[in-house]
């Protein structure tokens, strides 16, 4: 299993500020991943966070918005800019020794943009 | 377009009762399931995975696979209120090797 680590836990932002959410595993994982869950929504993947190369992004969401780093196995970071009320939401970091197996949620990030 | 469905209820069902969620997938190269728990305001933590047709126990919980019918559901027998939460169903297939997830059931376990 893997415990990880996010921060911070929740935040109130401005329009137009950005946020950077820090994620930290406590073993080393093939695959981290940043999901979105909207309020009384399921979870969406944002992207793939890639170890020294750049995310893989799903549809409906780019780098310059959602900007990721990954620059070793256990740690990872996620960029809201220029945040905007509908950037309201719970992130979620979550990792996986790959092949299709369980994913560790991280604690979550609870962003409220006013 | 690969997709995971579960009806958002709220489910209800009194307590000592058995809850039944269920759970369809579109993507017949799904090999492996994943039942989470989700409280208000917590993060999702894993109950149970399944890989195989058929049902897999672990307590009070049941996980049945019928991959030919593309259905997965999960049982909870003896349902306690502290089972209230949202359930989320999630399998493996993104193309990243991530898990899709269905929008989750809320149960409600009424004392």
């Known amino acids: 299993s893997a415990v990880i680590s996010q921060k911070p836990s929740r935040d109130i932002c401005q329009r137009g500020t950005s946020l950077t959410i820090q994620c930290q595993v406590d073993s080393q994982v093939t695959m981290m991943f940043w999901y979105r869950q909207q309020p009384g929504q399921s979870l969406t993947l944002i992207a793939t966070?890639?170890?020294?190369?750049?995310?893989?992004?799903e549809s409906g969401f780019v780098i310059d918005k959602f900007p990721i780093s990954r620059p070793n196995l256990t740690f990872s970071t996620l960029t809201v800019s220029n945040m905007s009320p509908e950037d309201s939401s719970i992130y979620l970091c979550s990792a996986s020794t790959g092949g299709g197996g369980e994913l560790f949620f991280g604690e979550g990030s609870r962003l409220t943009v006013l | 377009q690969k997709e995971v469905e579960q009806n958002s209820g709220p489910l209800s069902v009194p307590e000592g009762a058995i809850a039944s969620l269920n759970c369809t997938y579109s993507?017949?190269?799904?090999?492996?399931f994943f039942w989470y728990r989700q409280y208000s305001g917590k993060s999702p933590e894993l109950i149970m995975f399944i890989y195989s047709n058929g049902d897999k126990e672990d307590g009070r919980f049941t996980a049945q696979l019928n991959k030919a019918s593309q259905y997965v559901s999960l049982l909870i027998r003896d349902s306690q209120p502290s089972d209230s939460a949202t359930y989320l169903c999630?399998?493996?297939?993104?193309?990243?090797?991530?898990?899709?997830f269905g929008k989750g059931t809320k149960l409600s376990v009424k004392p």
């Open positions: 993507d017949r190269g799904s090999q492996s």
């Open positions: 966070a890639n170890q020294g190369s750049e995310a893989t992004y």
């Open positions: 999630g399998g493996a297939g993104g193309s990243q090797g991530n898990l899709i």
